[in-house]
């Protein structure tokens, strides 16, 4: 049965891309059938006519994986917007049956498999019908738990804690937090870490340098992160 977990942030532009793509990176590395799917993608590049899905290229060639970029997602918008709006403006309405079907065969062809979001966890898919579609609903809809993505600068506390009450106020379990962008010699950062471990009970299981090339995190530790479904 092929394990997974998903990966939120504190918001966007928070570097899931860059750190999703060391998590799967560091299972292939040591030797696990580890994979990628990203729902929603908005912001793609258009390149000599076809849309390119920045995010996906570049888990993809970090991680050593195979195929297209366009293997490892559902819907692709070209407008940098939140989805719900991108997928507006293109007339393309995100479904999340569609995801569950694609997720399905996606998961299947690996025994983990890193689920990356868009923007942070309240972000939405779409606003139109008389049931909104947000992350949080990506999220139960492929009975995933969560690492939480955060900056380690000043500001991280609130925002990460904001994160990790919400999730817990809407049934979703947190297994771990990541502090990007970190500055190991910076008294402020490592006090942020002290700090959100204490008040979230939710532990840093890793802290990412600007530019870091592999992820360091005890690779059990990291496999026990994922979850059977």
Same mark, same amino acid.
Not at 14 to 22: H, Q
Not at 191 to 217: F, H, M, R, S, Y
């Given at each position: 049965?092929?394990?997974?977990?998903?990966?939120?942030?504190?918001?966007?532009?928070?570097?899931?891309?860059?750190?999703?793509?060391?998590?799967?990176?560091?299972?292939?590395?040591?030797?696990? *059938?580890?994979?990628?799917? =990203? !729902?929603? $993608?908005?912001?793609?590049?258009? /390149?000599?006519?076809? &849309?390119?899905?920045?995010?996906?290229?570049?888990?993809?060639?970090?991680?050593?994986?195979?195929?297209?970029?366009?293997?490892?997602?559902?819907?692709?918008?070209?407008?940098?917007?939140?989805?719900?709006?991108?997928?507006?403006?293109?007339?393309?309405?995100?479904?999340?049956?569609?995801?569950?079907?694609?997720?399905?065969?996606?998961?299947?062809?690996?025994?983990?498999?890193?689920?990356?979001?868009?923007?942070?966890?309240?972000?939405?898919? *779409?606003?139109?019908?008389? =049931? !909104?579609? $947000?992350?949080?609903?990506?999220? /139960?809809?492929?009975? &995933?738990?969560?690492?939480?993505?955060?900056?380690?600068?000043?500001?991280?506390?609130?925002?990460?804690?904001?994160?990790?009450?919400?999730?817990?106020?809407?049934?979703?379990?947190?297994?771990?937090?990541?502090?990007?962008?970190?500055?190991?010699?910076?008294?402020?950062?490592?006090?942020?870490?002290?700090?959100?471990?204490?008040?979230?009970?939710?532990?840093?299981?890793?802290?990412?340098?600007?530019?870091?090339?592999?992820?360091?995190?005890?690779?059990?530790?990291?496999?026990?992160?994922?979850?059977?479904?």
């Amino acid at each position: 049965m092929t394990k997974g977990i998903f990966i939120t942030a504190t918001g966007t532009d928070i570097g899931k891309t860059f750190v999703s793509a060391l998590l799967v990176k560091k299972l292939r590395d040591n030797g696990y *059938n580890c994979g990628y799917y =990203k !729902p929603v $993608l908005s912001g793609a590049e258009l /390149k000599s006519g076809k &849309l390119i899905p920045g995010d996906c290229s570049y888990v993809k060639d970090i991680a050593g994986l195979g195929g297209e970029p366009t293997d490892y997602l559902s819907y692709m918008f070209e407008p940098a917007l939140s989805p719900h709006l991108a997928s507006k403006i293109e007339n393309k309405h995100i479904k999340l049956e569609k995801i569950q079907k694609d997720f399905k065969e996606i998961k299947n062809k690996f025994d983990y498999i890193v689920v990356e979001g868009a923007g942070g966890i309240v972000c939405p898919m *779409n606003l139109d019908s008389n =049931k !909104p579609l $947000l992350i949080e609903d990506i999220i /139960k809809g492929l009975n &995933l738990d969560i690492i939480i993505i955060a900056p380690a600068e000043l500001g991280s506390i609130n925002s990460t804690v904001m994160t990790v009450e919400y999730a817990k106020n809407h049934g979703i379990n947190t297994k771990g937090i990541i502090l990007n962008n970190f500055l190991p010699d910076d008294r402020m950062q490592q006090d942020n870490k002290i700090q959100i471990e204490k008040l979230t009970n939710i532990p840093v299981i890793a802290t990412v340098q600007n530019g870091e090339k592999d992820l360091e995190i005890n690779i059990n530790l990291l496999t026990e992160k994922f979850k059977e479904i």
